[in-house]
Nanobody, 123 residues
Framework: QVQLVESGGGLVQAGASLRLACAASGRTFSGAMGWFRQAPGKEREFVAAIIWSINTRYGDSVKGRFTISRDNAKNMLYLQMNSLKPEDAAVYYC??????????????????WGQGTQVTVSS
């Protein structure tokens, strides 16, 4: 069993940066880890994922602005978010699972989820 706890969300102005963190506990997890987000009235959206600390994937809307990273020694996952836009506002969820490289962006392949952290971006 893997428990995931997100932190780092908050209220920022457009153009600012935030760094989200996700602490994994329960057992050492070596599969894929990722970030998804969900805004009110919208479906959950893929943000970024990483496998083996090498292979990364990003959603089209965040490419070039967000960076995912992972510290396996500390069982931590991070999401550096730069140049934030009002449309980035959402609850951000950390996820862990075993998708293939081709399926890293699909929520159905992640079996573990955190409770989420709110990111609000004012214009």
């Amino acid at each position: 069993q893997v428990q995931l706890v997100e932190s780092g969300g908050g209220l920022v102005q457009a153009g600012a940066s935030l760094r989200l963190a996700c602490a994994a506990s329960g057992r050492t997890f070596s599969g894929a880890m990722g970030w998804f987000r969900q805004a009110p009235g919208k479906e959950r959206e893929f943000v970024a994922a990483i496998i083996w600390s090498i292979n990364t994937r990003y959603g089209d809307s965040v490419k070039g602005r967000f960076t995912i990273s992972r510290d396996n020694a500390k069982n931590m996952l991070y999401l550096q978010m730069n140049s934030l836009k009002p449309e980035d506002a959402a609850v951000y969820y950390c996820a862990a699972g075993a998708p293939t490289l081709e399926r890293m962006g699909r929520a159905a392949y992640y079996g573990y989820w955190g409770q989420g952290t709110q990111v609000t971006v004012s214009s």
